[in-house]
């Protein structure tokens, strides 16, 4: 899921990434996280987002730990046989 990120091509389409920050969500055994204003790269043209493996540890620390977490949100679940049946 991290992917590392050497320098600012895109390893998906060779295309320019630019730094920006954005929400990412990650599994931690089955535990969801939801991370806010992740500073990130993301691909102007096919939208791959690369996270540095900096980051990538500070949010596993994170998941790890739970020392900053600020606030629970509550998500809806569904199964999609559910909504076929
Ligand atoms: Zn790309």
């Not at 990120?5 to 060779?14: F, K, M, Q, R």
């Not at 996280?33 to 500073?39: I, S, T, W």
């Not at 509550?74 to 199964?79: E, H, L, N």
């Amino acid at each position: 899921m991290f992917d590392e990120l050497t320098d600012s091509e895109c390893a998906e389409c060779g295309g320019v990434t630019q730094p920006q920050r954005m929400s990412l969500d990650e599994w931690w055994g089955d535990a969801l996280f939801l991370f806010e204003n992740v500073p990130v790269r993301a691909c102007r043209d096919c939208g791959e987002v690369y996270v540095s493996s900096e980051v990538a540890k500070q949010l596993e620390t994170e998941m790890r730990t739970k020392s900053h977490c600020t606030r629970r949100v509550s998500i809806p679940v569904v199964a999609y046989e559910e909504m076929a049946a």
